[in-house]
C-alpha cells in the first residue's frame, strides 16, 4: 500500500481514486476524498455530476467500478451484504425524498432501528423516540403517518430515525432540496445542532450552496465525476476555478454566507 | 439471421437472468426462516391470507356449481348420477380448487405484493431498510412467502368446501342427485389425498405467488409507471408459473 493509500486509509472516511460506470457512461472518473472524524464535508456539484452515487458507495448502496474506500480504517469497497451490515448499524443516512416506511408512524419509523438492532426494552425506545422527537422540534408527532406529515416535517423525522441509533457517520443526501427557504433554513439548523451536540462524521450531498456553506467544515465540488476544488467555505469562495466560481456565484443567495463557527 | 439469433439468444439470457434472480431471492428468504418476525408473519397472513377468503370462497362455490352443471345432467343420461358427487369432489380437490385459489390469489396477493414493495423500491424505502441494516429478503420477503405458502392450504380447505357444496347444490337442482347420494359417492369414490394432494400444490402455488410477487417489487424502476409494469408483470408470471408447475405436481402426485 502506497503512502498516500495509507494515510487515507487512517481517516474516517477516505475515498481512492473512485470510479464509476454504467455500462459506457463514465459518472465518476476517479475521486479522492479523505474526511476526518468529527468533520462535516459538502460535496457540491449540478446535477447528474456524480454526487449522489459517491454518497450511496459510502454506505454500501452501490458498489464502485474503480478505486478503493475505507471507512474507520477498513476497505469496504469489497464487503459483502453481511459485513456492510455490521458496518452500517454505526452509520445513519437521510434521504433526499426522506424515505420513511409509510405503512409505519413516526414513532415506530424512529424507533425502528432500535427494535431492529438493540436489546432495549419497549419503554427505554418509546423514551428515546419522543426525546429525539423534541430535539426535531416534532415532540407529539410519534402517532402521525408520515403521510399526514410536509415535506420539511418528513425530512426532520428522517434525520430523527437516523440518528436515534447515534451513528458515527451520518451521510445526507441533498436534505434540502424542494423546500422552501424557511424550512431549509430548519433543517440546516438542525444539521448544525447534530454536529456540535454529537460530533458525528458527516457528509452532505447538496447543490444547495445556502445549506453547504453554512454547515459544512470543507467542500469539496465534483463536476463531471472529477474533483475540480475542495477547501474550507472560505477557500471555496475564493477559488478561481471558472467552473467554481459560476456554480457559486450563481446558486449562493445575495450577500452569500459562510460558516464561522 | 444473426441478427434474429443474437435477439434470441439476449431473450433467452434475460429469461434465464430473471429465473435465476428469483430462485436467488428465494433462497435468501428460505435461509433466514430462522430470523424471520412472528409478528410482522402473522399479521401478513391476516392480510394474504384471511382477506383473501371471501374471493377464494365466491370464485370456487362457482366453480363447483357450474362444474356440477356441465357433468350432473350428463352422468343423469348415462344412469351415472350416484357418482356426481365424487367428480365434483375430485375435480375440485385435486385441480380445481388449487388452480383457482392460485390465481386468485396471484391476481389480488401478488399484485398487492408487487405494488407494496414495488412502491417502497421506487421511494427509496428498500435502499433505507439496507441503510438501516436490515435485509429486505428476512423483513419483507420472507414472512410473505411463510404467509403465502401457510394460508393459501387454509383457503383451499375453505374451497373444497364451498365448491363441494355448490356442487350439491347445483347437482340436486339439474338432476335430482340427492344428499345421501351425493355424500356417499365422496365416500365410496374418493380419497383423502385428492384433497391433501391439492393442498400441497396450494402450499407451492402461494411460494410462487408472493417469491414472484416480491421480486417483481424489488426490481420495479422509474416511479409509478415501472410499479404497474412490475405488478402486471408479476400476476401474469405467477399464472403462468403456477399452470406449468400444476402439470409437473399433477403428474408427480397422481400419476
Same mark, same amino acid.
Given at each position: 500500500m502506497s503512502r498516500e493509500a495509507v494515510f487515507l486509509a487512517e481517516r474516517a472516511i477516505s475515498v481512492n481514486n473512485v470510479q464509476m460506470a454504467y455500462g459506457a457512461a463514465k459518472v465518476l472518473k476517479g475521486v479522492s476524498l479523505a474526511i476526518d472524524k468529527g468533520e462535516v464535508l459538502a460535496i457540491i456539484g449540478?446535477?447528474?455530476?456524480g454526487k449522489s452515487t459517491l454518497l450511496r458507495m459510502l454506505i454500501g448502496l452501490s458498489k464502485p467500478t474503480g478505486g478503493s474506500i475505507f471507512i474507520n480504517g477498513r476497505?469496504? +469497497?469489497?464487503?459483502?451484504e453481511k459485513e456492510w451490515n455490521r458496518l452500517r448499524k454505526s452509520m445513519g443516512m437521510v434521504f433526499q425524498y426522506s424515505a420513511?416506511? +409509510?405503512?409505519?408512524t413516526v414513532g415506530d419509523n424512529v424507533a425502528f432501528g432500535l427494535r431492529q438492532h438493540t436489546d432495549k426494552t419497549n419503554e427505554e425506545i418509546l423514551s428515546i423516540v419522543e426525546k429525539t422527537l423534541e430535539t426535531i422540534g416534532?415532540?407529539?408527532?410519534?402517532?402521525?403517518?408520515?403521510?399526514?406529515?410536509s415535506g420539511g416535517m418528513k425530512k426532520r423525522v428522517s434525520l430523527a430515525r437516523a440518528i436515534a441509533t447515534t451513528p458515527e457517520i451520518l451521510l445526507y443526501d441533498?436534505?434540502?432540496?424542494?423546500?422552501d427557504p424557511v424550512v431549509a433554513d430548519v433543517i440546516n439548523n438542525l444539521m448544525l445542532e447534530t454536529k456540535k451536540r454529537m460530533k458525528v462524521t458527516s457528509v452532505l450531498v447538496t447543490h444547495d450552496m445556502y445549506s453547504a456553506f453554512m454547515v459544512a467544515d470543507r467542500i469539496a465540488m465534483i463536476h463531471e465525476g472529477l474533483i475540480i476544488a475542495e477547501g474550507t467555505p472560505a477557500e471555496i469562495l475564493k477559488c478561481e476555478h471558472e467552473i467554481v466560481k459560476t456554480f457559486i456565484h450563481k446558486a449562493m443567495p445575495p450577500g452569500g454566507i459562510i460558516n464561522e463557527q | 439471421m444473426g441478427k434474429i439469433a443474437a435477439r434470441v439468444g439476449r431473450w433467452v439470457m434475460n429469461k434465464s437472468a430473471g429465473t435465476g434472480s428469483v430462485a436467488i431471492l428465494f433462497w435468501q428468504a428460505l435461509v433466514s426462516f430462522p430470523d424471520v418476525s412472528i409478528r410482522e408473519t402473522i399479521k401478513q397472513m391476516t392480510k394474504l391470507g384471511v382477506d383473501s377468503l371471501p374471493i377464494v370462497v365466491v370464485t370456487t362455490t362457482a366453480a363447483g356449481m357450474v362444474f356440477a352443471v356441465q357433468t350432473a345432467q350428463e352422468f343423469a343420461k348415462l344412469g351415472a348420477s350416484d357418482s356426481v358427487g365424487a367428480i365434483v369432489t375430485i375435480a375440485m380437490g385435486r385441480e380445481l380448487v388449487p388452480i383457482l385459489s392460485g390465481v386468485v390469489v396471484a391476481g389480488r396477493v401478488g399484485a398487492a405484493i408487487t405494488a407494496e414493495i414495488g412502491s417502497m423500491k421506487v421511494t427509496e424505502q428498500i435502499d433505507a431498510l439496507r441503510v438501516m441494516a436490515v435485509s429486505p429478503a428476512v423483513y419483507l420477503v420472507a414472512p410473505r412467502i411463510l404467509a403465502c405458502v401457510l394460508m393459501l392450504p387454509v383457503l383451499g380447505i375453505f374451497a373444497n368446501v364451498v365448491g363441494s357444496w355448490g356442487g350439491y347444490f347445483v347437482a340436486h337442482a339439474?338432476?335430482?342427485?340427492t344428499s345421501y347420494s351425493y355424500l356417499n359417492s365422496i365416500k365410496v369414490f374418493c380419497v383423502p389425498f385428492d384433497i391433501v394432494g391439492g393442498l400441497i400444490k396450494c402450499m407451492f402455488f402461494g411460494c410462487i405467488v408472493a417469491t414472484v410477487g416480491c421480486h417483481k417489487g424489488l426490481n420495479a424502476v422509474s416511479g409509478a409507471e415501472g410499479v404497474g409494469i412490475a405488478t402486471t408483470g408479476s400476476v401474469v408470471l405467477s399464472i403462468i408459473m403456477i399452470f406449468i408447475t400444476n402439470y409437473f405436481l399433477s403428474v408427480l402426485l397422481y400419476v
Open positions: 449540478p446535477s447528474g455530476s476497505q469496504v +469497497d469489497s464487503f459483502s420513511l416506511f +409509510d405503512s409505519m416534532l415532540a407529539g408527532y410519534s402517532g402521525y403517518m408520515p403521510g399526514q406529515l441533498e436534505p434540502t432540496a424542494g423546500l | 339439474y338432476a335430482g342427485v
